[in-house]
Protein backbone atom coordinates (compact mmCIF):
# COMPACT_ATOMS: atom_id res chain seq x y z
CA UNK A 1 0.00 0.00 0.00
CA UNK A 2 1.62 3.60 -1.03
CA UNK A 3 2.02 5.64 1.98
CA UNK A 4 -0.23 8.78 1.21
CA UNK A 5 -3.11 6.24 0.78
CA UNK A 6 -3.06 4.87 4.24
CA UNK A 7 -5.41 6.74 6.76
CA UNK A 8 -5.74 4.62 10.32
CA UNK A 9 -7.34 6.14 13.21
CA UNK A 10 -7.77 5.70 16.93
CA UNK A 11 -11.42 6.09 18.59
CA UNK A 12 -11.33 5.62 21.91
CA UNK A 13 -14.37 5.73 24.23
CA UNK A 14 -14.75 8.30 27.38
CA UNK A 15 -16.14 6.55 29.35
CA UNK A 16 -12.76 6.52 31.94
CA UNK A 17 -9.44 7.37 31.68
CA UNK A 18 -6.82 5.71 29.07
CA UNK A 19 -4.97 2.37 30.94
CA UNK A 20 -2.42 0.79 29.75
CA UNK A 21 -4.73 -1.88 27.51
CA UNK A 22 -5.37 1.40 25.51
CA UNK A 23 -2.14 2.28 25.17
CA UNK A 24 -1.36 -0.87 23.41
CA UNK A 25 -4.37 -0.07 20.93
CA UNK A 26 -3.14 3.70 20.23
CA UNK A 27 0.61 2.67 19.96
CA UNK A 28 -0.22 -0.01 17.42
CA UNK A 29 -2.59 1.99 15.40
CA UNK A 30 -0.27 5.14 15.39
CA UNK A 31 3.03 3.13 14.51
CA UNK A 32 1.04 1.10 11.78
CA UNK A 33 0.43 4.42 9.98
CA UNK A 34 3.13 6.32 10.35
CA UNK A 35 5.28 3.46 9.34
CA UNK A 36 4.42 4.21 6.29
CA UNK A 37 3.76 7.79 6.12
CA UNK A 38 0.16 7.22 6.80
CA UNK A 39 -2.43 9.42 7.86
CA UNK A 40 -3.87 8.83 11.80
CA UNK A 41 -6.55 10.15 12.79
CA UNK A 42 -8.66 10.87 16.40
CA UNK A 43 -12.35 10.02 16.76
CA UNK A 44 -13.50 10.27 19.92
CA UNK A 45 -16.64 7.52 20.03
CA UNK A 46 -18.99 9.58 22.39
CA UNK A 47 -22.07 7.93 21.55
CA UNK A 48 -23.72 6.83 25.10
CA UNK A 49 -23.75 10.21 27.45
CA UNK A 50 -24.86 7.90 30.51
CA UNK A 51 -21.45 5.87 30.57
CA UNK A 52 -18.90 8.42 29.72
CA UNK A 53 -17.33 9.85 32.58
CA UNK A 54 -17.13 13.34 33.11
CA UNK A 55 -13.55 14.86 32.26
CA UNK A 56 -12.40 11.89 30.92
CA UNK A 57 -12.71 13.39 27.15
CA UNK A 58 -10.17 16.10 28.35
CA UNK A 59 -8.07 13.30 29.94
CA UNK A 60 -7.75 11.05 27.19
CA UNK A 61 -6.47 13.99 25.10
CA UNK A 62 -3.94 15.22 27.68
CA UNK A 63 -2.83 11.80 28.28
CA UNK A 64 -1.97 11.12 24.13
CA UNK A 65 -0.32 14.05 24.35
CA UNK A 66 2.03 13.47 27.36
CA UNK A 67 2.89 10.49 25.67
CA UNK A 68 4.33 11.95 22.46
CA UNK A 69 1.17 10.88 20.00
CA UNK A 70 0.48 13.53 17.71
CA UNK A 71 -3.16 13.37 15.27
CA UNK A 72 -3.92 14.81 11.76
CA UNK A 73 -6.76 16.96 11.74
CA UNK A 74 -9.62 17.76 14.17
CA UNK A 75 -10.99 15.68 16.31
CA UNK A 76 -14.04 13.93 15.55
CA UNK A 77 -16.45 13.37 18.29
CA UNK A 78 -19.73 11.07 17.46
CA UNK A 79 -21.86 13.00 19.55
CA UNK A 80 -21.86 15.55 16.54
CA UNK A 81 -22.86 13.21 13.99
CA UNK A 82 -26.42 12.29 14.82
CA UNK A 83 -27.39 13.95 11.65
CA UNK A 84 -25.60 11.73 9.24
CA UNK A 85 -26.56 8.59 11.38
CA UNK A 86 -30.48 9.34 11.03
CA UNK A 87 -30.49 10.02 7.37
CA UNK A 88 -28.66 6.30 7.16
CA UNK A 89 -31.08 4.71 9.49
CA UNK A 90 -34.31 6.40 8.48
CA UNK A 91 -33.30 5.26 4.64
CA UNK A 92 -32.72 1.61 5.52
CA UNK A 93 -36.03 1.72 7.58
CA UNK A 94 -38.18 2.90 4.71
CA UNK A 95 -36.51 0.52 2.53
CA UNK A 96 -37.08 -2.15 4.77
CA UNK A 97 -33.50 -3.23 5.46
CA UNK A 98 -34.63 -2.57 8.83
CA UNK A 99 -37.11 -2.62 11.43
CA UNK A 100 -38.65 -1.70 14.94
CA UNK A 101 -38.34 -3.73 17.65
CA UNK A 102 -40.22 -3.63 21.31
CA UNK A 103 -38.71 -6.68 22.39
CA UNK A 104 -37.39 -6.41 26.17
CA UNK A 105 -34.56 -7.73 27.83
CA UNK A 106 -36.47 -10.33 29.77
CA UNK A 107 -37.93 -11.80 26.40
CA UNK A 108 -34.56 -12.10 25.04
CA UNK A 109 -33.59 -14.20 28.49
CA UNK A 110 -32.55 -17.45 27.19
CA UNK A 111 -31.32 -16.73 23.26
CA UNK A 112 -27.58 -16.14 24.10
CA UNK A 113 -27.64 -13.08 22.72
CA UNK A 114 -28.77 -13.94 19.39
CA UNK A 115 -31.95 -12.41 18.51
CA UNK A 116 -34.66 -14.63 17.40
CA UNK A 117 -36.29 -12.50 15.51
CA UNK A 118 -39.43 -11.79 17.45
CA UNK A 119 -40.85 -8.50 15.54
CA UNK A 120 -38.94 -9.03 11.97
CA UNK A 121 -42.66 -8.78 10.55
CA UNK A 122 -44.47 -7.10 13.31
CA UNK A 123 -44.41 -3.61 11.62
CA UNK A 124 -43.83 -1.49 14.26
CA UNK A 125 -43.55 2.37 14.65
CA UNK A 126 -39.83 3.75 15.07
CA UNK A 127 -41.17 5.29 18.07
CA UNK A 128 -40.07 3.90 21.39
CA UNK A 129 -38.56 0.91 19.57
CA UNK A 130 -35.14 -0.08 18.90
CA UNK A 131 -34.16 -0.38 15.40
CA UNK A 132 -32.88 -3.59 14.24
CA UNK A 133 -30.96 -4.36 10.58
CA UNK A 134 -32.26 -7.53 8.96
CA UNK A 135 -29.21 -9.90 8.58
CA UNK A 136 -28.81 -12.75 5.53
CA UNK A 137 -28.14 -15.91 6.30
CA UNK A 138 -24.70 -15.71 4.76
CA UNK A 139 -21.32 -16.54 6.46
CA UNK A 140 -19.52 -13.28 6.46
CA UNK A 141 -15.66 -13.86 5.98
CA UNK A 142 -12.04 -11.69 6.24
CA UNK A 143 -8.64 -12.38 6.88
CA UNK A 144 -7.22 -10.43 9.64
CA UNK A 145 -3.49 -8.96 9.29
CA UNK A 146 -2.78 -10.72 12.65
CA UNK A 147 -5.29 -13.29 13.71
CA UNK A 148 -5.76 -14.58 10.44
CA UNK A 149 -9.31 -15.56 8.66
CA UNK A 150 -12.52 -14.89 10.66
CA UNK A 151 -15.62 -16.43 10.09
CA UNK A 152 -19.22 -15.91 11.15
CA UNK A 153 -22.31 -16.92 10.13
CA UNK A 154 -24.83 -13.61 10.32
CA UNK A 155 -27.84 -15.25 11.06
CA UNK A 156 -26.73 -18.11 12.92
CA UNK A 157 -24.26 -16.32 15.20
CA UNK A 158 -25.80 -12.63 15.56
CA UNK A 159 -29.25 -12.32 14.44
CA UNK A 160 -30.41 -9.30 13.30
CA UNK A 161 -28.78 -6.32 14.79
CA UNK A 162 -29.83 -3.18 16.99
CA UNK A 163 -28.12 0.02 15.18
CA UNK A 164 -30.14 2.40 17.23
CA UNK A 165 -31.14 1.20 20.75
CA UNK A 166 -34.62 2.39 22.08
CA UNK A 167 -33.39 5.13 23.84
CA UNK A 168 -33.07 6.57 20.98
CA UNK A 169 -28.37 6.52 21.19
CA UNK A 170 -27.24 4.91 18.20
CA UNK A 171 -25.27 1.71 18.55
CA UNK A 172 -21.50 1.51 17.96
CA UNK A 173 -22.35 -0.58 14.95
CA UNK A 174 -23.81 1.61 12.64
CA UNK A 175 -21.75 4.72 13.83
CA UNK A 176 -18.36 2.99 13.89
CA UNK A 177 -19.02 2.08 9.94
CA UNK A 178 -20.14 5.39 8.50
CA UNK A 179 -17.43 7.15 10.83
CA UNK A 180 -14.91 5.35 9.11
CA UNK A 181 -16.25 5.42 5.44
CA UNK A 182 -16.68 9.80 6.22
CA UNK A 183 -12.87 9.80 6.94
CA UNK A 184 -12.20 7.93 4.33
CA UNK A 185 -10.12 5.01 6.70
CA UNK A 186 -8.28 2.48 4.83
CA UNK A 187 -7.22 0.88 7.83
CA UNK A 188 -8.35 0.10 11.14
CA UNK A 189 -6.25 -1.20 14.02
CA UNK A 190 -8.18 -2.11 17.27
CA UNK A 191 -8.19 -4.50 19.79
CA UNK A 192 -9.22 -7.97 19.49
CA UNK A 193 -12.13 -7.92 21.42
CA UNK A 194 -13.64 -5.99 18.62
CA UNK A 195 -12.72 -8.79 16.44
CA UNK A 196 -16.15 -10.68 16.59
CA UNK A 197 -18.32 -7.10 15.60
CA UNK A 198 -16.44 -7.16 12.04
CA UNK A 199 -18.77 -9.74 10.20
CA UNK A 200 -21.49 -7.15 11.35
CA UNK A 201 -20.01 -4.01 9.92
CA UNK A 202 -18.37 -5.57 6.76
CA UNK A 203 -22.30 -6.67 6.23
CA UNK A 204 -23.66 -2.91 6.56
CA UNK A 205 -19.97 -1.80 4.75
CA UNK A 206 -21.51 -4.05 1.53
CA UNK A 207 -25.26 -3.31 2.16
CA UNK A 208 -23.97 0.82 1.93
CA UNK A 209 -22.09 0.41 -0.98
CA UNK A 210 -19.33 1.37 1.43
CA UNK A 211 -15.21 0.49 0.60
CA UNK A 212 -13.87 -2.49 3.24
CA UNK A 213 -11.09 -1.54 4.87
CA UNK A 214 -8.04 -3.80 6.07
CA UNK A 215 -8.67 -4.96 9.83
CA UNK A 216 -5.44 -6.21 12.24
CA UNK A 217 -6.86 -6.80 15.62
CA UNK A 218 -3.93 -6.97 18.31
CA UNK A 219 -4.73 -9.20 21.86
CA UNK A 220 -6.22 -7.85 24.40
CA UNK A 221 -4.38 -7.05 27.58
CA UNK A 222 -6.32 -8.42 30.20
CA UNK A 223 -5.99 -9.02 34.26
CA UNK A 224 -5.38 -12.67 36.19
CA UNK A 225 -9.18 -12.96 36.59
CA UNK A 226 -9.50 -13.01 32.46
CA UNK A 227 -11.45 -9.39 32.38
CA UNK A 228 -10.04 -6.91 29.97
CA UNK A 229 -8.34 -3.61 31.77
CA UNK A 230 -10.91 -1.28 31.94
CA UNK A 231 -12.06 0.97 34.82
CA UNK A 232 -14.33 -1.33 35.59
CA UNK A 233 -10.90 -3.30 37.20
CA UNK A 234 -9.06 -0.29 38.54
CA UNK A 235 -7.08 -0.30 35.72
CA UNK A 236 -4.80 2.65 36.95
CA UNK A 237 -4.76 5.46 34.61
CA UNK A 238 -1.79 6.68 32.30
CA UNK A 239 0.81 8.98 34.47
CA UNK A 240 3.01 11.50 32.55
CA UNK A 241 5.78 9.74 34.77
CA UNK A 242 5.59 6.95 33.66
CA UNK A 243 5.06 7.62 29.99
CA UNK A 244 8.49 6.48 28.64
CA UNK A 245 8.40 2.80 30.41
CA UNK A 246 4.75 1.99 29.64
CA UNK A 247 5.61 2.70 25.90
CA UNK A 248 8.71 0.39 26.06
CA UNK A 249 6.27 -2.43 27.71
CA UNK A 250 3.61 -1.40 25.20
CA UNK A 251 5.98 -2.18 22.59
CA UNK A 252 6.85 -5.39 24.01
CA UNK A 253 3.40 -6.19 24.16
CA UNK A 254 3.17 -5.88 19.99
CA UNK A 255 5.70 -8.58 19.72
CA UNK A 256 8.50 -5.72 18.84
CA UNK A 257 12.03 -5.96 20.42
CA UNK A 258 13.17 -2.88 22.22
CA UNK A 259 16.78 -1.23 22.86
CA UNK A 260 18.77 -0.63 26.04
CA UNK A 261 19.27 2.83 25.07
CA UNK A 262 15.61 4.05 24.87
CA UNK A 263 14.66 3.26 29.16
CA UNK A 264 16.49 6.99 29.34
CA UNK A 265 14.28 8.19 25.81
CA UNK A 266 11.27 10.42 25.79
CA UNK A 267 8.32 9.49 25.20
CA UNK A 268 8.29 11.11 21.50
CA UNK A 269 11.91 9.60 20.88
CA UNK A 270 10.43 6.17 21.52
CA UNK A 271 7.75 6.55 19.11
CA UNK A 272 10.33 8.19 16.68
CA UNK A 273 12.04 4.71 17.12
CA UNK A 274 9.09 3.08 17.41
CA UNK A 275 8.00 4.01 13.64
CA UNK A 276 11.16 3.35 12.08
CA UNK A 277 11.94 -0.60 13.44
CA UNK A 278 7.95 -1.07 13.23
CA UNK A 279 7.32 -4.87 12.00
CA UNK A 280 3.51 -5.73 12.56
CA UNK A 281 3.76 -9.53 11.34
CA UNK A 282 5.93 -9.83 15.36
CA UNK A 283 2.42 -9.13 16.84
CA UNK A 284 1.24 -11.95 18.95
CA UNK A 285 -1.29 -13.87 17.11
CA UNK A 286 -3.41 -14.23 20.45
CA UNK A 287 -6.36 -13.08 21.12
CA UNK A 288 -5.31 -12.04 24.70
CA UNK A 289 -2.33 -11.30 26.64
CA UNK A 290 -2.00 -11.39 30.53
CA UNK A 291 -1.08 -8.04 31.98
CA UNK A 292 1.31 -9.65 34.39
CA UNK A 293 3.60 -11.19 32.06
CA UNK A 294 4.52 -8.19 30.46
CA UNK A 295 7.38 -6.82 32.10
Known amino acids: MTAPSYIGRFAPTPSGHLHFGSLVAALASYLDARSVGGRWLLRMEDLDPPREMPGAQAAILDALERYGFEWDGELVRQSERHEAYAHVLNR ?21 GIYPGFCRNAGHSMDNAAIRIRVPELEYAFTDRVQGEFRQHLGRDVGDFVIRRR ?25 ADLLDSTPRQLYLQELLGLSQPRYLHVPLIVQPDGHKLGKSYRSPPLTPEQATPLLLRALRALGQTTEQHLNDATPREVLDWGIAHWNAANIPRTLTLAEAQLR
Not at 92 to 110: H, I, V
Not at 168 to 186: P, R, S
Open 92 to 112: LFSMGLAYACTCSRKQLEGYN
Open 167 to 191: DGLYAYQLAVVLDDAAQGVTDIVRG
